[in-house]
């Protein structure tokens, strides 16, 4: 079985400031891919950023970067410098194998203060 | 690239009465399409799985009956919620993921589903 766990149900961070979520997930499968996505209250879903697992090089998009620890199955979210626009609901998923399902954490509300 | 729309954004209807839901990949081809529903403040549970001139593959505890899917095309997947009651009040989100080469799936913007 395949699963994802948000441990922060809610986070909250200063303009400007850095906030990291976390992630954890368990799979068994060798090859599998690990997104965050962003849900703002249009409940448009975002994809904010995409990590193959057999690399080892952390994925970067502009101000969000992850923290990719294959073996302690971990995969934080670091958000820098953030902005009114970034409160939102993220969500941890992961792929298992190649072209399978997405398999979703439960979220965690990100509320930035102005 | 990689826009999916949903139609209609909202829909109410009364008890008993069907409600068809459109997911359209408008720029690319999706063999895959995926049918998620959302409760307030959680997450996304994936309820079948759609693919281009196939039955859908349900998840446990979905009622195929009761969710008819329909992949026709390889740009439109149809969600028919049945016989609609109020517990099935919710928003649904549906995904397209291009072929087999990329893991990506692409989202709708959703359709909130109020059965009165």
């Known amino acids: 079985a395949q699963t994802v766990t948000q441990s922060q149900p809610e986070m909250s961070v200063q303009e400007a400031e850095t906030v990291t979520l976390s992630c954890t997930y368990d799979?068994?499968?060798?090859?599998?891919?690990l997104f965050w996505y962003k849900q703002p209250p249009s409940r448009q879903m975002i994809l904010v950023i995409r990590q193959e697992a057999y690399k080892q090089q952390n994925a970067t998009e502009n101000r969000f970067s992850v923290n990719f620890q294959k073996a302690a199955k971990s995969f934080s979210l670091k958000i820098s410098d953030s902005q009114l626009g970034d409160a939102a609901m993220y969500f941890c998923?992961?792929?298992?194998?190649?072209?399978?399902?997405?398999?979703f954490g439960a979220g965690t509300i990100l509320r930035v203060k102005s | 690239g990689a826009v999916v729309s949903q139609h209609p954004s909202r829909v109410i209807c009364k008890s008993g009465t069907s409600v068809k839901i459109e997911c359209r990949s408008l720029?690319?081809?999706?063999?895959?399409m995926f049918w998620y529903r959302q409760f307030p403040k959680q997450s996304l549970m994936l309820m079948a799985t759609s693919n281009e001139g196939s039955k859908a593959t349900y998840e446990q505890g979905v009622e195929k009956d009761k969710f008819l899917i329909n992949h026709a095309s390889l740009t439109l997947s149809t969600l028919t919620v049945t016989s609609a009651h109020p517990e099935d009040s919710s928003f649904y989100i549906c995904?397209?993921?291009?072929?087999?080469?990329?893991?990506?799936?692409?989202f709708g913007p959703g359709t909130r589903l109020t059965v009165l």
């Open positions: 799979t068994s499968e060798s090859d599998y891919y």
């Open positions: 995904s397209a993921r291009v072929g087999t080469s990329f893991n990506e799936q692409f």
């Open positions: 998923a992961l792929t298992p194998g190649y072209g399978n399902k997405l398999v």
């Open positions: 720029d690319f081809q999706a063999t895959t």
